[in-house]
């Protein structure tokens, strides 16, 4: 039973003294919470989308030696608030050419897109809007219509470079949906649920339960999903479709005012998304290390809350980490050419995905689960994950050692200056 | 006959295809680690106007022009500067009393037409017109952009025998610009002391990138 | 709040208005003009349109030593985005018809500044038979920039006077709009 069941029944029993199976007004109540619900994944979705972009600019200000938004309110983290009450006031134009009901649309379609992905994201043990038993495949699709809203508004703008984008955007989105979705058939197989929550039970708190420490093959299948969905995102590297240098600024150049902040919007509510879906398929989602699901759900009242509050906290601590990988990446590569971009994904990613699947596969012949030979290749997956952490502190530690002598020559200062000392 | 190029030499495809791949690994990697390490640098902004350790006109090199500025009790009227600027952005006008004296009609420069060369400068003789280290000077209309020096009527052009000394460099323009300077300084906060922290600590940040080879 | 004690906080924070110095202390804003006053102040976003050697001022006034974005302000490349067309750089006649272009696409309330000697007057190209004496002559101007170029910081501060502008207006007169010249 799902948590929207749930308060459903608990309100008719509680507040109306009726029996939810019986009742006839029980679609009433579970249809108003459901839209609880929605409204209150919509505000998520906004007041995340607000500070991380004020985040994202702060840490790509650090990252290129500048500071960054802080002078809007403490520190500038009311960025956001200012940004987003400029664009509503701002004047909505329409182009006399566009297709008007096109371009009207366009942004509406794009963030339903995102917006329908929270339907299926566990957010904690109980926590999920609706444990589709198709869930991922149902990830796939409802992401894959946010192409529909992005060729809409590059063909609804009327505009040369908006086409160009929008039409770059459906190649590229359309492409990587299938490493993306060959990535996620290895969590399927492991799991053998397309459910959301199964795939989360289907793995532990701590790292070697993981699936992304499950084997090798997995754990380049993270890398691989979490590529792609860079991709899908149009993030840096691959924001082909909005590329300035190439055309302005793609399938938005003619919007401006809230129908552009409705892209922006879907954005970010995409990165999170991608973070999240990889949180949760390769990352042990709202697991808590020692504690089985089945304990979480027997235990009653104020314990339960404690135990579901945890859960969401955990899940909520390992996407936004991956939020934060995100924004570096986005900070540190240039961007792709358009050849090299489908290059990427044919030539590589698409193979690649396949062989972890096959890879996969074999594994779960040759290894039981449980067995030896299981318990060691987890180990070595999770101490080659440590020893990729090791090794990638030492070298941001040596890049700053030898950087940090010649500024003193220079400038006469300590180069030490940590990200929570904000000028 | 040997070609005088010789020909490409085709790498193995099987090998090229896994050199890109791990060169795309590493490349990222040591991009991301690149990118981490800066975030533990000091950044090299200046805070313009009010968070600066000095004012930004103390900041900048002995030689910078700025806006220019005459001191028009040690100006001769000798028309150098105006006959010295290429565009023509200095106009100055006097008439003759009928003792003698000359008195200033005009001395306006057109900021915005100013292109900001020094010529002038060099050409007074008598350090009356030089460039200050302003350069607040955005104004909301065009008539705003010429600086009129001639604050009163009745204003002598000076002899060359006795020169009062110059008066300090932008004072006369703050007293003829209204709200001249209006970005004024806040006290910068403290510099911790340098203390001989260590280097980050492998540790402190190792969890910020188990992605770097993403 | 021009001098506070050397001993303050470090981390003591801006105060709601940003520019700087002689700015009010915090309050709360009540009154719909001041909040959108506020908004569109701190979230001027300008149009990358350069189109001589005051473009690379601009480039640098973004950069990391002027930062621009301290103050909200941040490069857009679609003029329907942006509320602020910079015009940095000589404007010849060819191109004068692409300057209002422009300025006819962006979206109300929209703001125009001349940035460096050619922008304002045409500046050394002045008696050029192909440069357009001063900018304010296609497009209305709301801020002059003087300098050739100007260097970043006075680029700085007059986005201050660009928000100092807006300040001072009623939003809902200015949404109007002055039309496409």
């Not at chain 1, 929270?118 to 699709?141: E, H, K, R, S, T």
């Not at chain 2, 955005?138 to 110059?166: C, I």
Request: net charge neutral; hydrophobic share 45%.
């Amino acid at each position: 039973m799902n948590i929207i069941q749930h308060v459903a029944n608990l309100l008719i029993r509680s507040v109306f003294h009726a029996d939810p199976a019986s009742w006839p007004w029980t679609w009433l109540v579970q249809a108003v919470v459901i839209g609880i619900a929605a409204f209150l994944a919509f505000a998520f979705v906004a007041i995340f989308a607000g500070p991380v972009s004020w985040i994202e600019r702060r840490i790509a200000g650090r990252i290129q030696s500048r500071i960054g938004p802080n002078r809007v309110g403490p520190q500038g983290v009311l960025q956001w608030l200012a940004d987003g009450v400029k664009c509503w006031l701002k004047e909505d134009l329409v182009p006399a050419a566009a297709d008007r009901p096109l371009f009207l649309a366009a942004p509406y379609l794009v963030f339903t897109g995102m917006f329908g992905a929270f339907v299926v994201l566990p957010f904690g043990a109980q926590v999920v809007a609706a444990d589709l038993n198709v869930g991922i495949l149902y990830l796939l699709a409802i992401t894959s219509l946010v192409v529909v809203g992005l060729l809409m508004a590059g063909w609804g703008s009327n505009s040369k470079w908006a086409l160009f984008g929008g039409v770059r955007s459906a190649a590229q989105l359309v492409s990587y949906e299938v490493p993306s979705a060959f990535s996620l058939l290895c969590v399927v197989l492991l799991a053998g649920t397309l459910s959301t929550q199964g795939i989360v039970a289907a793995q532990g708190g701590w790292p070697w339960d993981w699936f992304i420490f499950r084997n090798p093959f997995m754990f380049a299948a993270f890398f691989l999903y979490f590529t792609a969905a860079i991709a899908e995102g149009n993030r840096t590297p691959f924001d082909l479709p909005e590329a300035e240098s190439e055309i302005v600024a793609g399938y938005n150049i003619e919007y401006s005012g809230m129908r552009f902040l409705f892209f922006l919007f879907a954005e970010w509510a995409n990165i999170w998304i991608m973070a999240a879906i990889s949180a949760f398929a390769f990352l042990g989602g709202w697991q808590i290390p020692g504690i089985a699901p089945e304990q979480i759900a027997a235990t009653k009242g104020w314990e339960f809350v404690g135990w579901q509050a945890l859960s969401w906290t955990i899940f909520l601590v390992k996407a936004t980490f991956l939020v934060f990988v995100v924004i570096q990446i986005r900070w540190t590569l240039p961007r792709l050419r358009v050849d090299q971009l489908m290059i990427t994904c044919w030539k590589y990613l698409v193979p690649l995905s396949m062989l972890m699947v096959l890879g996969v596969l074999v594994l779960l012949a040759l290894v039981p689960e449980g067995g030896g030979a299981d318990t060691i290749l987890r180990g070595a997956m999770v101490g080659l994950g440590l020893a990729v952490v090791l090794v990638s502190a030492l070298r941001v530690r040596r890049t700053f050692r030898v950087d940090r002598e010649h500024y003193r020559e220079m400038e006469g200062r300590d180069l030490w200056y940590p990200p929570y000392r904000l000028p | 006959m040997v070609p005088a190029v010789p020909p490409p030499v085709r790498p193995n495809p099987v090998r090229a295809y896994f050199g890109n791949i791990r060169r795309a690994v590493s490349s990222t990697f040591e991009g991301m680690t690149v990118t981490m390490s800066w975030l533990f640098r000091r950044p090299s902004t200046i805070q313009y106007p009010d968070r600066t350790e000095k004012p930004v006109r103390e900041m900048l090199p002995e030689t910078y022009r700025g806006l220019l500025e005459v001191d028009l009790s040690r100006c001769t009227a000798c028309l150098l500067c105006a006959k010295t600027c290429p565009l023509g952005c200095i106009s100055i006008e006097t008439c003759k009393h009928p003792d003698g004296a000359r008195e200033f009609q005009t001395f306006d420069i057109d900021n915005g037409l100013c292109m900001f060369c020094g010529l002038c400068a060099e050409a007074c003789n008598f350090d009356a017109l030089a460039h200050t280290r302003e350069f607040e000077a955005s104004v909301s209309s065009a008539e705003q952009l010429t600086v009129r020096f001639v604050d009163r009527p009745g204003r002598l052009v000076a002899k060359a025998k006795d020169l009062p000394p110059r008066r300090p460099r932008g004072s006369i323009l703050a007293a003829l610009i209204p709200g001249f300077g209006r970005r004024r300084r806040r006290a910068a906060p403290p510099e911790p002391p340098a203390s001989p922290a260590p280097a980050p600590a492998a540790g402190a940040e190792g969890p910020e990138n188990p992605e770097g080879t993403a | 709040m021009t001098d506070t004690p050397a001993g303050r906080d470090p981390t003591a924070q801006a105060p709601l208005c940003p520019t700087g110095g002689d700015s009010a202390p915090l309050v709360v804003t009540t009154r719909i003009d001041d909040l959108v006053n506020w908004s569109r102040e701190n979230s001027i976003w300008y149009l990358l349109f350069a189109t001589a050697c005051c473009g690379i001022e601009l480039m640098q006034t973004g950069g990391p030593r002027t930062d621009l974005d301290r103050f909200g302000a941040v490069f857009r490349s679609s003029p329907r985005q942006s509320d602020l067309l910079i015009v940095a750089g000589t404007i010849t006649y060819k191109m004068a018809d692409r300057v209002r272009l422009i300025y006819a696409q962006m979206a109300e309330p929209r703001y125009v500044m001349a940035m460096g000697s050619c922008a304002n007057c045409g500046g050394l190209f002045q008696q050029s038979y192909s440069v357009v004496p001063g900018v304010d002559a296609i497009v209305p101007v709301d801020i002059y920039l003087p300098g050739c170029p100007p260097r970043p910081e006075a680029l700085n501060e007059a986005i201050l006077r660009v928000q100092d502008l807006m300040k001072s207006e009623h939003w809902a007169s200015r949404r109007q709009g002055r039309g496409n010249p």
